[in-house]
Nanobody
Framework: QVQLAESGGGLVQAGGSLRVSCTDSGRTFSLYAMGWFRQAPGQEREFVASISRSGAKIRYADSVKGRFAISRDNAKNTVYLQMDSLTPEDTAAYYC?????????????????????WGQGTQVTVSS
């Protein structure tokens, strides 16, 4: 059973940094690819970053490339999203998600519909 819980959100000034974390209380974390998505009020949920089971494959949305970094620690059942050079446009609820990887190693890094498990979200607010 996968149970995800995000933490680390908050209020930060533009140009600042924040790190959000997502911990799985289950025992199969290393079997899942992980992703971060965000959703601002009145907008659709959008892909932010994803990481493969081993951490070898990483994808970023163009809007965060060069500013955000995703990482994972399978020993701690935790995935991180380090966010630097934040702007007010980054204000949103941030969600982590877990995706089952098929027997052939195939997964869909950017499609939120392919992620089976979701956390409750953590709010990130960037003031100007």
């Amino acid at each position: 059973q996968v149970q995800l819980a995000e933490s680390g959100g908050g209020l930060v000034q533009a140009g600042g940094s924040l790190r959000v974390s997502c911990t799985d209380s289950g025992r199969t974390f290393s079997l899942y690819a992980m992703g971060w998505f965000r959703q601002a009020p009145g907008q659709e949920r959008e892909f932010v970053a994803s990481i493969s089971r081993s951490g070898a494959k990483i994808r970023y949305a163009d809007s965060v490339k060069g500013r955000f970094a995703i990482s994972r620690d399978n020993a701690k059942n935790t995935v991180y999203l380090q966010m630097d050079s934040l702007t007010p446009e980054d204000t949103a609820a941030y969600y982590c998600a877990a995706q089952i990887v098929d027997g052939g190693g195939r997964w869909y890094p950017t499609l939120f519909t392919k992620y089976q498990y979701w956390g409750q979200g953590t709010q990130v607010t960037v003031s100007s």
